[in-house]
């Protein structure tokens, strides 16, 4: 009685709040959606496999599909390019496959720009407090790394209004729970159905 | 970190699609929220208890809630008036507790303009085919009727697209879980949450 096309799924939400622990769960518990592989000119590092960890390309390359509108947004970090691939997440939606991309706010809402039934979920933590004591937690950050993760928090949370879905990350459980049910609802609204007889 | 209001969640669909089985479904797995009781002028049937079945009243007490905006929807039927109580839901909604409201396709679409925020759910057949069957499995129905239902609903099935949510009921067990799905989405939506410190 209806068809559907697949959606692009685009998580973000402030570094340490777990936002890959969720996805990863996800990932593992649903068949029917992939994780977008980003483009890089990064070279490898020693374990990575083109493909799987980033798609490694030169920055010719890069500079020719950016060129070609072959990317949902970009950034250059640090001397390097980073991208989305469009074309593998058109065909998955084209196919009703779902597609999993985990990026930064700024992405995500260059994202959204270029596709506008991109399904955008910010992940919040329960509160400053427990965003700090996770980040120290890890381990791996300097004091002056956790400050800034901090103030960047802060900015992030300032874009969470833009966003289609918040979802509170009490437990992985429960985050894995909603971003699921997100995914059914959004296969059910009635502007991303055709009703077919 | 986030505050929410207490949805209304409005249910439609042919007659005969299975929604009443659909709401009771959910309502009995679900504490946190309630089926909306309609306000009616005609007498109750043997059995039937005030404020249960219906809320029963006169019609100057009718026509006095109505003039006073006391309902989302109202419509007069067989000379007899049916209304939906505004006061009831909204004062739910305030203390973030849900309601479902199973109504025809022309009261949702009068709710949603009274009341923007209401989440509106298209209960969908397999197929027309399958919409016949059940009809007529009902065993209740002269032939005449069912002609008249399918005939109506061809006529609603059009207005499917105004709605929020489509859900094809294929089983109750797989709507139910949509349903569900649908609910826990909306309580995640960014527009419809205050985000706190």
Known sequence: MIKQK?????????????????CKEYLSQNDNIAFSVSVTTRAPRPGETDGVEYFFRTEEEFINMRDNNGFLEHAYVH????????????????????TLLDID?????????AMPDAVL???????????????????????ENVLIRLGNA??????????????VNDTVKDSVERLSAIITAEHCRADKCEITK
């Open 6 to 22: 697949g959606l692009l799924i685009v998580m973000s939400g402030p570094s340490g709040v777990g936002k890959g622990t969720v």
């Open 79 to 98: 001397g390097k390019y980073y991208g989305t691939p469009r074309d593998v997440i058109e065909k998955r939606c084209a196919q009703g496959l779902d």
């Open 105 to 113: 706010v700024q992405g995500a809402l260059q994202v959204k720009k």
């Open 121 to 143: 979920v910010f992940l919040l933590p329960p509160s400053m407090q427990e965003l700090e004591h996770r980040l120290r937690s890890r381990g791996t950050e300097s004091e």
């Open 154 to 167: 802060v900015k992030e949370l300032s874009f969470a209004k833009d966003y289609d879905y918040l979802i």
